[in-house]
């Protein structure tokens, strides 16, 4: 079981920065490929970026690419996301998700509360 809290969204104006961040508990945490997902009023949600648990390999919606940059501290159990450069229509509630796949084939994915990040033009 994993739990996860984000932090640091906000109010931003078009062309400003904010950092979320996302502090997990629970076990084995560098096991886990961690990642952003999106969801904007009235749609569906939206893979942002992920990385993954061992090696740090990255991957991004190509919407957010070149500005957003995921990343991970496995000492303090805790994964990031900096957006520069924002943009009125990445104005939406931002998760935080944790995933793994066992030995076995299962799936398991775990999600936050979700932080409010608004960019006003």
């Known amino acids: 079981q994993v739990q996860l809290v984000e932090s640091g969204g906000g109010l931003v104006q078009a062309g400003g920065s904010l950092r979320l961040s996302c502090a997990a508990s629970?076990?084995?945490?560098?096991?886990?490929?961690m990642g952003w997902f999106r969801q904007a009023p009235g749609q569906g949600r939206e893979f942002v970026a992920a990385?993954?648990?061992?090696?740090?390999?990255?991957d991004y919606a190509d919407s957010v690419k070149g500005r957003f940059t995921i990343s991970r501290d496995n000492a303090r159990n805790t994964v990031s996301l900096q957006m520069n450069s924002l943009k009125p229509e990445d104005t939406a509630v931002y998760y935080c998700?944790?995933?793994?796949?066992?030995?076995?084939?299962?799936?398991?994915?775990?999600w936050g509360q979700g932080t409010q990040v608004t960019v006003s033009s």
């Open positions: 629970g076990r084995s945490f560098s096991s886990y490929a």
């Open positions: 990385i993954t648990g061992s090696d740090g390999r990255t």
């Open positions: 998700n944790a995933h793994r796949d066992d030995e076995r084939g299962y799936s398991y994915d775990y």
